[in-house]
């Protein structure tokens, strides 16, 4: 049934931006409850087929088509700009799967985490802990980000704009990156050309202090990996409570479902964007 997901879309449109914020909270929180949901390490859309770069995903870092939007975002949209990064922060961490690939990727790094969701920290935690790997985390949300300016010379964020915003986003992101560091980010867009999304993206950017270094349409790639991870993606729906499966079909845009028709007719697009901070 698409009740579900089509009385949330509802909502939002009725309630505005600080409304569907708020459902978008609610929302997550529960989906992010679920045992189904927190076993895993990843939930983006993922990326194939990988980068050729791409060195296996560390021991408990789930999907490996996840793990490669997270390589894609943290090392070749921001190669030439900070290969070895001492401090990492990832908004939108969701349950922890990017900090532990950055934590094999950057050994030395500082890592830190955000996320809105108490029910995701609280599985990021526990999933890093088991690793062995030392991260500070902490409940907020990516237009209010709770450290100090200039504390990371790698930011990474997976889709956490598209639910934010571009202005509050960058506004809130900017101020984190230090000198010569990156802020490297993905997101969505439905009905909207690239190329303005892109031009918005840079203005923000010049506003902010950054310099936008890059701009990729990585669609082609997201919509691949949902493919690739339709069979796991259904298995999984299939453990959810009936009255949810119809939405978490259009979620992972399963075959089928309304929203790989809007990518299929070019509606949806998938970009990643990297800005780079002067040194």
Known sequence: MLLLFDGVNRLRARLGPTGTQI???LLYEAIYSLPAVRRRAFFNSGYHPPPEDMPPAPPGAGA????ALYHYAIRVLTRGIVPAPRAVLDIGCGLGGGLLYA??????????????????????????ARAGVQAELRVARGDAIPFPSGSFDL??????????????????AAPMVARGGALSITGGITDTPL??????????????GLELHGFEDITRNCVAAFAEQAPAHAELIARLPRFLRGAAAEWAVLPGSRRLAMYEAGRKKEFAAVFRRPA
Not at 104 to 111: E, S
């Open 23 to 25: 459902v978008n909270r």
């Open 64 to 67: 490996p088509v996840q793990a």
């Open 103 to 128: 934590a094999g990727a950057f050994p030395a790094a500082r890592l830190s985490g955000l996320d809105q969701s108490w029910a995701a920290v609280r599985a990021a935690r526990s999933r890093l």
């Open 155 to 172: 930011v990474v964020s997976i889709g956490t704009v598209t639910y934010v915003g571009y202005p509050a986003f960058v506004r809130a």
């Open 195 to 208: 190329l303005w999304t892109q031009a918005r993206l840079a203005a923000l950017g010049r506003e902010t």
